[in-house]
């Protein structure tokens, strides 16, 4: 079955970097674009980007762009967000997603907290 792992949340100062991984499986991830969501408490999802299978880069945050880039490594199944000068409107659970056979797999989310 389809699996969506994240890891590389965590506290972080403002200002400062994380990166976040989706580990994949049960899916040939190359042919499948991916997108990571974020949703911080009392707020809707929101798509933060997301990324073809050819690799190409869609759907940033109008929030984070400049600051975030995702990324994917077909070898490990894995993509990635880099993220970059972060803010603490920033503090999220972050989301891995991806639609595959037209109905969306969520990962369980890694949470970010960027405070001071």
């Known amino acids: 079955q389809v699996q969506l792992v994240e890891s590389g949340g965590g506290l972080v100062q403002p200002g400062g970097s994380l990166r976040l991984s989706c580990v994949a499986s049960g899916f040939t991830f190359s042919s499948y674009a991916m997108r990571w969501y974020r949703q911080a408490p009392g707020k809707e999802r929101e798509l933060v980007a997301g990324i073809t299978s050819a690799g190409n880069t869609f759907g940033y945050a109008d929030s984070v762009k400049g600051r975030f880039t995702i990324s994917r490594e077909n070898a490990k199944n894995t993509v990635y967000l880099q993220m970059n000068s972060l803010k603490p409107e920033d503090t999220a659970v972050y989301l891995c997603?991806?639609?595959?056979?037209?109905?969306?797999?969520w990962g369980q989310g890694t949470q970010v907290t960027v405070s001071s």
């Open positions: 997603n991806t639609m595959w056979r037209a109905s969306p797999y």
